[in-house]
């Protein structure tokens, strides 16, 4: 006995062509986006240029987002589609400059700059993957510079007066054997004048 729905015509989508559809769309879904970064932490000096490297694969074309947190709160920097101008912050304009591949860059960064860089990677589906990379910026140590220079100065002028003070003393000392040997002289003489008259 042949089931009921044998010999007979369907109208609208085969069942067969909408599972492969369904599942094709699953697959792709289940892929989703991909990210990596190859540096989660940077150590920089203020006014540095720095770059916040990542690169991401997904199917179609994502939306890039920045976010940075810190003691200071957090705030957006960017959002852009690859391929499309960005929506910088006003905090940020003139400072970053965005890459297709995901990264940014971050022009002469300060003290305040310190802290949690997060991306987010959105896949039209509206699967997305989330990315972190710690900033720390550190300031240039002038005043260290500073003391180390004032304490090479005072280790020359110590030695300068060292070097002083012993000209001096060698100075006195061949002044003191000088009239040793000159009163060492007289009396010799006088002792031999002494002897002669004697005689």
Request: aromatic share 10%; hydrophobic share 40%; net charge neutral.
């Amino acid at each position: 006995m042949r089931p009921p729905w044998c010999g007979r015509r369907t109208h609208g989508i085969p069942l067969g062509l909408l599972a492969l559809w369904v599942a094709a769309a699953r697959c792709l879904q289940s892929h989703g986006v991909s990210l990596y970064i190859p540096r989660s932490a940077i150590n920089a000096t203020v006014q540095e240029d720095i770059l916040l490297s990542v690169e991401y694969s997904c199917h179609g074309v994502p939306t890039i987002e920045w976010k940075y947190t810190s003691n200071w709160g957090e705030q957006k920097i960017v959002e852009w589609k690859p391929g499309t101008p960005a929506n910088v912050s006003q905090s940020h304009t003139d400072r970053v400059c965005t890459f297709d591949n995901g990264s940014i860059q971050l022009f002469g960064v300060g003290v305040r700059d310190s802290g949690y860089y997060i991306i987010t990677v959105t896949e039209h589906l509206g699967s997305r993957q989330f990315g972190t990379i710690m900033l720390h910026v550190s300031e240039i140590r002038y005043e260290d510079l500073h003391f180390v220079a004032v304490f090479f100065a005072l280790l020359a002028a110590v030695a300068v007066v060292l070097i002083s003070f012993m000209w001096v003393c060698n100075q006195c000392v061949h002044k003191f054997q000088r009239k040793r040997r000159h009163k060492l002289r007289e009396s010799t003489t006088e002792e031999l004048e002494m002897k002669d008259v004697e005689c």
